[in-house]
């Protein structure tokens, strides 16, 4: 699995592929559909598929794939391993959402919530398969929201294809666990090997699990929440956890617009301007400020932030 498209530039989102066995143009085709890291407040959302002849689902269950979720690591690891050495009949896809991309859709002025983006996630790779070549006749999917609605959106967007969508799908269906498997590990590796773009000098890698709950977690989003700037890209900023420290950690800063001058607003409500950052950076600042000026916009309460 080779992560350097999407390190090269972690700000935005990718997709990463398997080639497309032959097989898997000839003969009709299963394909599972599972996520990994929609709940942790750091880090991407990883989406993965993974298929196979209809034909050789009982090779793919010899495996010994289950729900990433039950595995370890090490255990995730060599599955993922046997998964890649099946080539010949197995292949997969990911897509990997980044953060700062799943914060800015649900914080732009039109609301794209995090099952929208799932499920638009998931058609994607699904078209991707099709696309591709795969002769796709039955698809497994693991819910987000109402199985029913979902399992009745997709057979719409995919008529000929007989969708499947179950909770827990992932425990289910082998195809499932081994696309939760593929996503899980992808997931882990780039948040293990995350390349920090702003200036933070060297990071402490222990934040944990990355869940909102998780004290190690809580305590390295205080230690990195920069009072002007707010996060690293590495953080869910439209996260509940990432906004209330916001709000209570944070500089309080007016945002200049065309109602009134900025500054006398800002005196008026004793907290500063926007513009006043800016005009301390004069002395010598600039590249710093060039650097990190975009971590202005992880804080939810500035008004142009859907226009990004």
Request: include cysteine; charge should be negative; proline fraction near 5%.
């Amino acid at each position: 699995m080779d992560l350097n498209p999407f390190e090269a530039d972690n700000s935005v989102s990718c997709q990463l592929t398997s080639e497309i066995p032959e097989v898997c143009r000839t003969e009709d085709c299963c394909l599972g559909i599972d996520e990994a890291g929609r709940g942790p407040v750091l880090g991407p959302m990883v989406y993965g598929i993974c298929f196979c002849p209809v034909s050789r689902k009982e090779d793919l269950k010899d495996l010994k794939v289950a729900d990433s979720k039950t595995l370890t690591e090490a255990e995730r690891e060599n599955l993922f391993q046997k998964l890649d050495e099946a080539k010949s009949y197995v292949g997969w896809a990911l897509q990997i959402l980044s953060p700062n991309t799943i914060s800015t859709s649900m914080l732009q002025r039109t609301k794209y919530n995090l099952n929208a983006l799932s499920h638009d996630t998931a058609i994607g790779l699904v078209q991707y398969a099709l696309d591709s070549g795969v002769q796709l006749k039955e698809v497994y999917v693991d819910t987000v929201g109402p199985a029913e609605k979902y399992e009745e959106k997709l057979s719409k967007r995919f008529p000929g294809i007989e969708v499947t969508v179950r909770p827990k799908a992932d425990s289910l269906f082998p195809v499932v666990s081994a696309a939760s498997i593929c996503a899980k590990v992808a997931r882990d590796r780039v948040v293990k090997g995350w390349n920090f773009a702003e200036d933070l000098g060297e990071v402490d890698s222990d934040y944990g699990s990355g869940y909102p709950n998780d004290p190690k977690t809580k305590a390295w989003l205080l230690k990195y929440l920069d009072p002007v700037f707010g996060y690293p890209q590495f953080v869910r900023f439209s996260w509940s956890t990432a906004q209330t420290l916001m709000d209570s950690k944070a500089v309080t800063v007016h945002w200049d617009d065309d109602e009134e001058d900025g500054e006398k607003a800002a005196q008026r409500q004793n907290n500063r301007s926007m513009l006043s950052y800016f005009g301390a950076s004069a002395g010598g600042n600039e590249q710093n400020l060039t650097h990190q000026t975009h971590r202005f916009f992880t804080d939810r309460r500035l008004k142009s932030l859907d226009t990004l």
